[in-house]
T-cell receptor, first 114, second 116 residues
Framework: DTEVTQTPKHLVMGMTNKKSLKCEQHMGHRAMYWYKQKAKKPPELMFVYSYEKLSINESVPSRFSPECPNSSLLNLHLHALQPEDSALYLC?????????????FGPGTRLTVL | AQSVTQPDIHITVSEGASLELRCNYSYGATPYLFWYVQSPGQGLQLLLKYFSGDTLVQGIKGFEAEFKRSQSSFNLRKPSVHWSDAAEYFCAVGPYSGGGADGLTFGKGTHLIIQP
């Protein structure tokens, strides 16, 4: 089973709202990722968690706050977003071994910021 | 720095015809290469991957890809496309590290259109 689940599927929020995206995997993977994908563009890496510790932050604005409560869960907390943050947010997971790693993606959360 | 180039933004193929999607990479060492497919509004599904060994790799849905080091290429092929193959295809180069995770570097994608 190579399933990564994400909730919600769609989210509409105002610029003053606080919301969270959730990602879950039960493959025993130790690395989890957040990517942002704008329309007709490839995914862009935002954050990497390795063994529940934040290992990579690609200079993402502080209005995006990741959290990894345990090895199966990854959250992305959103606050004071801008309309240009509207995008598809993809979560992925991998064994976390580096090198020979394969990332498996969830279906994404479609975020619209009004 | 690693990079991936997909020269074709759009490709139109008739149903039942063969398909080849091009991918060129730039990498300082042995690359770890992937092809993903994305249907509209969906996540990315792994089609196949290359780490080492046999340079012709088989994937799901009847796809295959050939790694050619001399040409820095990893082209995706399918002998006969189906209308359901219409999607966005991304080539990616994987993290190279002795340990720890890192992000994928994606090409800009090729949009595949299937003509009836």
């Amino acid at each position: 089973d190579t399933e990564v689940t994400q909730t919600p599927k769609h989210l509409v929020m105002g610029m003053t709202n606080k919301k969270s995206l959730k990602c879950e995997q039960h493959m025993g993977h130790r690395a989890m990722y957040w990517y942002k994908q704008k329309a007709k563009k490839p995914p862009e890496l935002m954050f990497v968690y390795s063994y529940e510790k934040l290992s990579i932050n690609e200079s993402v604005p502080s209005r995006f706050s990741p959290e990894c409560p345990n090895s199966s869960l990854l959250n992305l907390h959103l606050h004071a977003l801008q309309p240009e943050d509207s995008a598809l947010y993809l979560c992925a997971s991998s064994q976390g071994s580096g090198g020979l790693d394969t990332q498996y993606f969830g279906p994404g959360t479609r975020l619209t910021v009004l | 720095a690693q990079s991936v180039t997909q020269p074709d933004i759009h490709i139109t193929v008739s149903e039942g015809a063969s398909l080849e999607l091009r991918c060129n990479y730039s990498y300082g060492a042995t690359p770890y290469l992937f092809w993903y497919v994305q249907s509209p509004g969906q996540g990315l599904q792994l089609l196949l991957k290359y780490f080492s060994g046999d340079t012709l790799v088989q994937g799901i849905k009847g796809f295959e890809a050939e790694f050619k080091r001399s040409q820095s290429s990893f082209n995706l092929r399918k002998p006969s496309v189906h209308w359901s193959d219409a999607a966005e295809y991304f080539c990616a180069v994987g993290p190279y590290s002795g340990g720890g995770a890192d992000g994928l570097t994606f090409g800009k994608g090729t949009h595949l259109i299937i003509q009836p």
